[in-house]
């Protein structure tokens, strides 16, 4: 055979399987996704623009329409079937925070005129009632609202034996909710923004004329609680003398029933 000939036979066997790869490629070719849009059933609620934190006095630019699955709408939205509703929540005072993009919703709001801040974030039967407070009474001033504390009342206290004045502390409540110290009512990343001379704690109006009391018998601190150390039966503020998961240890001395002390 040729030179010339075999170099043609080479050359017409390489473009045969170069056709042959291709060709395959074509054919094993995946198919393209087909896509199918599937229309989903939304309408529009009306959401926070920006963070709006406790207390803060809103307007309308604070508020937009954002598409919301129907499936996940609740009562409690505020939605596009009323267009005037960001006209109508401009306006009001946050009783609760909004974080940026989440629903409104009129409990998480109050119009000016229907009481103030306070009274809107207080449960019901709760009462809202201060105490003076200094750096050394009050883990340092490091005390925030929303924290919880235990109450305590250092008083003079008169030894019935020796008749001695001695300094005696009680525990009055455990697991109280501090509302605000001073006028902050939220804080801003975990700190205050201002100092105050006074907490305000949230607790039931038996409570409340206790701590009455207690701040013209004597000084009143705060003993601040654990994050860890919550409220696991959701009782709230509890007195001393109820049952705190423990007991309670009456004190004899020389045989006469003294001071009561809470025991956890």
Do not use: C
Not at 200 to 207: G, W
């Amino acid at each position: 055979m040729k030179r010339a000939q075999l170099i043609g036979i080479t050359v017409a066997a390489g473009a045969g399987l170069l056709a042959f790869v291709l060709m395959r490629s074509v054919v094993n070719k995946p198919a393209e996704p087909t896509q199918i849009a599937v229309p989903v059933n939304s309408t529009e609620v009306l959401v926070a623009r920006r963070d709006l934190p406790l207390g803060e006095l809103t307007k309308d630019t604070d508020f937009r329409w954002q598409t919301w699955p129907a499936d996940a709408i609740t009562p409690s939205f505020l939605t596009k079937s009323n267009p005037e509703a960001m006209q109508e929540v401009s306006g009001s005072i946050v009783r609760a925070p909004l974080l940026q993009g989440e629903p409104v919703t009129k409990q998480k709001l109050i119009k000016a005129g229907q009481g103030g801040v306070l009274a809107a974030i207080l449960p019901t039967g709760m009462r809202a009632i201060s105490t003076r407070i200094k750096e050394e009474t009050a883990a340092g001033r490091l005390i925030l609202p929303n924290d919880r504390v235990d109450v305590i009342l250092t008083r003079r206290d008169r030894n019935n034996q020796t008749g001695a004045e001695e300094f005696v502390s009680d525990t009055l409540f455990y697991n109280v909710r501090v509302l605000a110290v001073g006028q902050e009512l939220d804080t801003k990343d975990g700190t205050k923004t201002q100092g105050g001379n006074t907490a305000t704690l949230e607790l039931t109006p038996a409570q409340a004329e206790q701590l009455a009391r207690a701040n013209s018998q004597g000084e009143i601190s705060l003993s601040l609680r654990s994050v860890a150390d919550g409220d696991p039966h959701g009782k709230g503020p509890t007195a001393a003398t109820q049952d705190q998961g423990g007991s309670v240890v009456r004190v004899l001395k020389y045989g006469v029933s003294s001071r009561e002390y809470g025991v956890n």
